[in-house]
């Protein structure tokens, strides 16, 4: 059985030069078509959109598990970043998620993408694919939303141009988390928080920083403070 979930927000994304966030690059917004085996329905988190209806699956934590094996094979450093980073600060998966964000340095950029075109991914294409922000993805939907960083003298992750101020912040990779029975590199909790402010947030995002606020002692940001 199939189904189509309409989506309309943006996802967080590293923050600007000015010092707010901005949208994620990630192709989010539009239609997320997802394969549900039908028992499940009843356990799926409707998390981001609405049950419309046909077509791909999600990436999986064994998916995720298995890219990370992969990338440790071929001595490719990544950090985990988006709603998997999320999951990962909390120790468990908490909902379902249409893809891997993934922040990876330049020079690394050869080596995962020939391994995993070895594996069958090709680019997906989207309007605003570029060297420093593209997908990978399968014929069984699994999708890989790589961020490419070059580390500046501040110890920042730049992604593209300077001049267009978009990073990772000195110090937001240092983050410890777990995936399965997994360590792993990904965005810190207080950084996560911070990416998810400064857009139209909505419930779904309420619900992913809550848990990081809660978890971590970590002040709830002004943007979130009508849904308390």
């Known amino acids: 059985m199939v189904f189509v979930f309409e989506t309309g927000r943006a996802c967080p994304s590293p923050a600007s030069s000015e010092g707010s966030e901005k949208p994620l690059p990630s192709g989010s917004g539009g239609v997320t078509t997802v394969l549900i085996h039908p028992a499940s329905l009843d356990e799926l988190p409707q998390r981001h959109g609405t049950l419309v209806g ?6 999986r934590q064994g998916d ?52 995993l075109r070895g594996r069958g991914y090709r680019p997906v294409p989207r309007p605003d694919t570029s060297a420093w922000n593209f997908v ?39 983050g ?13 909790p207080e950084w996560l928080v911070r990416f998810h402010t400064g857009y139209a947030v909505d419930a779904d995002d309420w619900a992913d920083v809550s848990a990081l606020c809660e978890r971590f002692a970590i002040p709830v940001p002004e943007d979130y403070q009508r849904f308390r």
Request: hydrophobic share 40%; glycine share 12%; net charge negative.
């Open 54 to 59: 046909v077509s791909r699956p999600r990436m």
């Open 64 to 115: 995720v598990l298995e890219f990370l094996a992969l990338m440790e094979r071929t001595g490719v450093r990544v950090w985990v970043d988006g709603g998997w980073a999320v999951d990962a600060c909390l120790g468990s998966q908490t909902r379902a998620h249409a893809d891997l964000d993934i922040a990876v340095q330049e020079h690394d950029v050869p080596a995962a993408t020939a391994a």
């Open 136 to 174: 990978l993805g399968d014929d069984g939907g699994r999708q890989i939303d790589f961020h490419v960083i070059v580390f500046d003298e501040n110890g920042d992750g730049v992604l593209g141009p300077p001049e267009n101020g978009h990073r990772y912040p000195a110090g937001s990779l240092t």
């Open 176 to 188: 410890a988390g777990r995936i399965g029975e997994r360590q792993v590199n990904c965005v810190t």
